[in-house]
């Protein structure tokens, strides 16, 4: 059975940084592109970063280019996020999701059940 | 950006009842568009991928139809269970996007 269990969401100030943490389990973590996606309260859907299966390629949505870093540990089974310089626009609950194949195809087949992040002074 | 346009915004329906829900793309996505079900205090699920293929563990119920720039998602007969938020999603050209959902309420 697949599992991504998230992990690292916390209260956070305007500028300040996270790191999310997502286990993976019930699968060959390195054999799937796995992707981060958020929603802010109340609020839809947002892609916000993705990565191969090698690590290799990652990609991002522009309103956190240049701030968040999306990274995976074959030996660990873990997908992370680095977020730093957050705003309170980052506020949301975030989703690690496990991709259909190894490439970066974000069709989000599996996701984890979430965890807040929130940014305020 | 590719926007996607959910219509309706809101659907009230009975179980045993057909739904159609309806995605425009702004741009053709061709046939690269995803359906996920949210229900309220869970995470999304997929239902859709590349606007027909069910994803694992869907019931028959759920089909998918459309291409390039007009998509539905049709639940045949709906279940109690059924009753959810629904999102399209493109994974045509970057950066990937959403539609603002439809929410399928009891009626």
């Known amino acids: 059975e697949v599992q991504l269990l998230e992990s690292g969401g916390d209260l956070v100030q305007p500028g300040g940084s996270l790191r999310l943490s997502c286990v993976a389990s019930g699968f060959p973590f390195s054999n799937y592109a796995m992707s981060w996606v958020r929603q802010a309260p109340g609020k839809g859907l947002e892609w916000v970063a993705s990565i191969s299966g090698s690590g290799s390629d990652t990609f991002y949505t522009d309103s956190v280019k240049g701030r968040f870093a999306i990274s995976r540990d074959k030996s660990r089974s873990t997908l992370y996020l680095q977020m730093n310089r957050l705003t309170a626009e980052d506020t949301a609950i975030y989703y690690c999701?496990?991709?259909?194949?190894?490439?970066?195809?974000?069709?989000?087949?599996?996701w984890g059940q979430g965890i807040p992040v929130t940014v305020s002074a | 950006e590719i926007v996607l346009t959910q219509s309706p915004a809101t659907l009230s329906l009975s179980p045993g009842e057909r739904a159609t829900l309806s995605c425009r793309a702004s741009q053709s996505v061709y046939s690269y568009l995803a359906w996920y079900q949210q229900k309220v205090g869970q995470a999304p699920r997929l239902l859709i991928y590349?606007?027909?293929n069910r994803a694992a563990g869907i019931p028959a119920r759920f089909s998918g139809s459309g291409s390039g720039t007009d998509f539905t998602l049709t639940i045949s007969s709906l279940e109690p269970e059924d009753f959810a938020v629904y999102y399209c999603q493109q994974r045509s050209r970057w950066p990937r996007t959403f539609g603002q959902g439809t929410k399928l309420e009891i009626k």
């Open positions: 590349d606007t027909s």
């Open positions: 999701t496990k991709d259909l194949e190894v490439a970066v195809t974000t069709v989000f087949a599996y």
